[in-house]
């Protein structure tokens, strides 16, 4: 019987199942050509057809690889989908890996940008305090540097009649009593001739026992009652005893400056 041989180098090698098919089909060429060979009238033995016996045995063997071969090919398949699932799950793993890693680095970021926040917040009111701090600061040194310039600047006057005049007429100002320095002067030289310590001990007044003193002579009742708060309570005070008659005059003639003789 007839091989079938596979030339090496040119094309896959044959498999079992197909082994048996072409030899099945060569025992039949065989057996076909024999018939046909033989003499018109002449008779065959089964001794000449015997070698085609085996087709039907190699029949048998067919479906007995078709069957290996489907088994084979549901093994793979089972195996195929088990290979699958498995890579699912392994897909799947990663992905909720890769999602838990996403997440993770979100919170993260979210923890680092509130901390941020959060110090800067603490550095902004630092920063606001500081400049609170400064600003507070500035203002007491200008207030202290107010009060040094006022005092530095504060008005001084000359220990003397001028300087009497002057520093009472600014405290009437301030107070809100009339009056003019020609005014304080000529009843000051009138009533005592600009001597602070002047006493009047002849007139009424004295002999009731309250003599007028000072430069405008005034009696102690007046002096109290209308004396100037800010200057001194002694009657003998040239600036409290100016300041004091001026109030008594203007409550009384409506300024000094109309007053022209004894009040």
């Known amino acids: 019987m007839p091989k079938n041989i ?29 018939f046909s060979l033989a003499p018109s009238g002449s008779h065959t033995t089964t001794d000449a057809a015997a070698p085609a ?7 048998q ?10 088994g084979t090919s549901g093994a793979a398949l089972k195996a195929q989908t088990i290979a699958a699932k498995q ?8 992905a909720a890996k890769k999602k838990a890693a996403a997440r993770a680095a979100a919170e993260k970021k979210a923890a680092e940008k509130k901390a941020a926040a959060k110090k800067a917040a ?3 009111a630092a920063k606001k305090k500081a400049a609170a701090s400064r600003a507070e600061a500035a203002t007491a040194s200008r207030s202290t540097q ?46 005592s001739s600009g001597n602070p310590m ?14 007028s003193k000072g430069l405008l002579q005034v009696i102690p009742p007046t002096f109290k009652a209308y004396h100037v708060a800010g200057t001194s309570w002694n009657i003998y005070d040239p600036v409290a005893n100016i300041t004091a008659a001026c109030n008594y005059a203007a409550d009384k003639y409506g300024s000094m400056d109309n007053v022209n003789s004894a009040y």
């Open 6 to 34: 596979a030339v090496r180098g040119r094309g896959p090698k044959l498999t079992k199942l197909h082994k048996l098919s072409v030899a099945g089909v060569a025992t039949l060429g065989a057996a076909t050509l024999a």
């Open 146 to 191: 107010r009060i040094q310039m006022e005092t530095v600047a504060a008005k001084t006057y000359p220990n003397n009649l001028d300087g009497w005049i002057r520093e009472s007429l600014d405290i009437m100002k301030a107070k809100g009593i009339p009056g003019s320095y020609h005014g304080l002067h000529k009843n000051i030289m009138r009533e």
């Open 61 to 70: 063997q067919i479906k007995g690889v078709e069957a290996d071969v489907a």
């Open 122 to 124: 603490v550095q902004a």
């Open 198 to 211: 002047a006493i009047n001990d002849w007139d009424i007044n004295a002999i009731n026992g309250i003599p």
């Open 87 to 94: 890579k699912a799950a392994a897909d799947s793993a990663s």
């Open 53 to 59: 016996a085996p087709v039907a045995y190699s029949g």
